[in-house]
């Protein structure tokens, strides 16, 4: 749960850093720390100027970070751990549509992840009711075994006392009273 909430924070984050300005970026007036998209390839460069050395070429929709506000046709970007300048015409804010449909994914595969666990969580209870269910009913037939047979005994006992039936010593039959001795 908490891995959802963490996404749906960072997802708040771009959608607040992006802007979803697209006019801004058509006009060249990018801020800092705004997610761009690469709309045709573009050659990052150490200096505002084409004639600088190239520290590297970005593929259309590659999604960089701008590092400062935009300076007329130029803008300062960041790019994994590269650092450098590239023409605005190369790069737009990357626009709501995108993030939309990314969020509202992350947010359904969050949401089933979420139901999934609740449903793992909900079978382990059950599991463990269930198991204390079964383990009282047979404590309770081995307790009404025992008080039924333990009852049936005082019962017996009880009934000859009433009756003054005692239980009779058995007799010993000597030989010699047997045969008339």
Request: hydrophobic letters at 40%; aromatic letters at 8%; proline letters at 2%.
């Amino acid at each position: 749960m908490r891995k959802g909430i963490t996404s749906v924070l960072f997802a708040l984050l771009v959608l607040f850093l992006a802007g979803w300005n697209v006019e801004a970026a058509q006009e060249g007036n990018i801020e800092a720390n705004v997610l761009l998209d690469v709309t045709q390839e573009a050659n990052v460069y150490e200096e505002m100027d084409t004639n600088s050395a190239i520290k590297t070429t970005l593929s259309p929709g590659t999604p960089i970070f701008s590092k400062e506000a935009s300076q007329g046709e130029w803008i300062l970007i960041n790019y994994q751990d590269v650092t450098g300048y590239v023409q605005i015409e190369n790069v737009c804010i990357y626009g709501d549509e995108e993030l939309d449909a990314e969020f509202e994914q992350i947010a359904s595969l969050n949401e089933l992840l979420v139901n999934e666990l609740e449903y793992i969580d909900l079978q382990k209870r059950q599991k463990t009711t269930w198991t204390l269910i079964i383990v009282a009913l047979v404590i309770a037939i081995f307790v009404v075994a025992i008080v039924s047979a333990v009852m049936k005994n005082v019962h017996k006992i009880e009934k000859k006392e009433k009756t003054g039936k005692k239980r009779r010593k058995p007799t010993t039959v000597y030989k010699h009273q047997k045969h008339g001795q």
